[in-house]
């Protein structure tokens, strides 16, 4: 089956780095995505992955390895307002996406 | 600059009620999405529409139905709520390149609660 597989909370300290792990597992592959989702609100798009390694987004970079079916999210320089959850979502052969119940990041002053 | 708007915000029902959820996207997008987000899920998807007039099932369509007779209105209706309809229900909509870019772009939730 398909899968999604990330931690469903951390903690980290303002100023500092968090990187967020997700693997996953889906009937073929065309890219990995993450998206912001701050509570009570809809989810917004950060990054997109299509081939391996880092692309880097002001303070936001996103990994993939294909072959290791893994990416993950690295937050550096944490703001109060990079709390919320971090949902990774890959899209299969057919395009169709496949959530990850998200990774709630609380950050302390 | 309204992007994707979802009509109500709120909502509870009685078991066997009926509603509908209205979403509207001034993006011209062709693509619509309805899903829902439940504590401790993924978003699940429960129906999408590649264009107006066209709709399809995603993965979990049982006890919803939708239209798309206008392009820019999505429509999700709940002929007779059950309690384990209670989600917040996200509609979303993107570019017919979606296959590259990925991005949705998301309407600000409908939380929807039945009794």
């Known amino acids: 089956g398909q899968n999604i597989d990330q931690p469903t909370e951390m903690t980290a300290t303002e100023g500092a780095i968090v990187q967020i792990n997700c693997t996953y597992q889906?009937?073929?592959?065309?890219?990995l995505f993450w998206y912001q989702q701050h509570a009570g609100e809809a989810p917004t798009f950060l990054s997109y992955?299509?081939l391996d390694g880092l692309e880097e987004k002001g303070r936001f970079s996103s990994f993939l390895s294909r072959s290791k079916g893994y990416s993950y999210l690295l937050l550096k320089e944490l703001q109060m307002k990079d709390s919320a959850s971090y949902l990774c979502?890959?899209?299969?052969?057919?395009?169709?996406?496949?959530w990850g119940a998200g990774t709630k990041l609380i950050i302390k002053p | 600059n309204a992007g994707v708007t979802q009509t109500p915000k709120f909502r509870v029902l009685k078991t066997g009620q009926s509603m509908t959820l209205l979403c509207a996207q001034d993006?011209?997008?062709?693509?619509m999405y309805w899903y829902r987000q439940d504590p401790g899920m993924g978003l699940r998807l429960i129906h999408y529409?590649?264009?107006?007039?066209?709709?399809a099932k995603g993965e979990v369509p049982d006890g919803y139905n939708v239209s798309r007779l206008k392009k820019q209105n999505f429509l999700l209706g709940l002929e007779s709520a059950a309690p384990s309809q209670t989600s917040v229900y996200f509609c979303?909509?993107?570019?017919?390149?979606?296959?590259?870019?990925?991005?949705?772009?998301f309407g600000e939730g409908s939380r929807l609660t039945v009794l």
């Open positions: 889906t009937s073929g592959f065309n890219g």
């Open positions: 979502v890959s899209m299969d052969s057919n395009y169709q996406l496949i």
């Open positions: 529409s590649v264009g107006e007039g066209t709709t």
């Open positions: 979303a909509s993107s570019p017919p390149d979606r296959e590259n870019t990925g991005e949705l772009f």
């Open positions: 992955n299509v």
């Open positions: 993006m011209n997008h062709e693509y």
